[in-house]
């Protein structure tokens, strides 16, 4: 048996895993930051927490017998992906970055492109009273000094109760999200701008149609810098590249690899 590592906490990290159950020869291991209170139900083993840095990563690839690894994770999980890569390169396995591909502008958006969080503060536009904050629930605390705003957080789960918050309303919620109903969300809401995270994906993508049909200003918060690596955008193409990595395995048993095999 060969073993897999899929850090996780994305929908294709789980599909991904789903699939790769399905191979011969292979024992799949999801492991998850343990951010979210209740993640989507996972095929296989299953390890939550942290590792303790690259060195820590370096020492459980190591003593769980890890022979390749897949980055699922969200897009703006920057540290786990430097750390895993460097980690990756000390073991000497195989490893990859399932990224899917970030929004697109559009020439009827009216996106304010900015680097972090902390620029999307400053970016939202002065006019804009009532803004709809989709950053996750760690993100909230910079927003705490819009005093003359007011502010309605979509997350998961609750921020910690020592955060700061903005004024304004908390609104718990799982994607994905129909285009109607965050048509009707904006509107209820009367919300005048958007904050979002370009985290690409079906998701949670309604929101930009949304704010697109309605004109209103979308302050875009871009995605960090991602390690050098091999990357591929969808589930397909990480299942082709970890067969390609397999022992050998005779043919009758090797899954038919095609579009129907794996929806997007």
């Not at 949670?204 to 949304?210: G, L």
Request: overall charge neutral; aromatic content about 6%.
């Amino acid at each position: 048996m060969q073993r897999l590592l899929i850090l996780g906490g994305t929908g294709d990290a789980v599909e991904l895993a789903r699939q790769a159950m399905n191979l011969p020869g292979l024992a799949v291991i999801t492991s998850l930051a343990g951010r979210t209170s209740a993640p989507k139900k996972l095929v296989g083993a299953v390890r939550v927490g942290g590792f303790g840095g690259e060195a820590g990563l370096v020492e459980y690839l190591k003593a769980a017998q890890i022979d390749l690894g897949i980055d699922a994770t969200h897009p703006f999980a920057a540290q786990i992906s430097w750390n895993a890569a460097g980690a990756a390169r000390k073991v000497g396995i195989p490893w990859l970055m399932l990224i899917r591909p970030g929004w697109e502008r559009l020439p009827q958006d009216n996106w304010i492109e900015v680097e972090n969080i902390a620029a999307a503060v400053t970016a939202i536009p002065a006019s804009a009273e009532r803004i709809f904050l989709t950053i996750g629930r760690q993100q909230l605390a910079p927003f705490a000094s819009l005093m003359d705003k007011w502010c309605l957080m979509r997350s998961i789960d609750p921020p910690d109760s020592d955060i700061l918050l903005p004024p304004g309303e908390l609104l718990f919620d799982r994607g994905p999200f129909g285009l109607e109903q965050e048509l009707k969300l904006l509107q209820d809401y009367r919300i005048d701008a958007i904050v979002s995270k370009n985290s690409g994906g079906n998701a949670t993508c309604a929101k930009i149609i949304a704010a697109r049909e309605l004109g209103l200003p979308v302050v875009m918060v871009q995605r960090p810098v991602m390690p050098a690596g091999e990357v591929v955008t969808d589930v397909s193409a990480a299942m082709k590249w970890l067969v390609k990595y397999l022992d050998p395995i005779p043919n009758s048993q090797l899954p038919t690899l095609n579009s129907q095999s794996f929806p997007k």
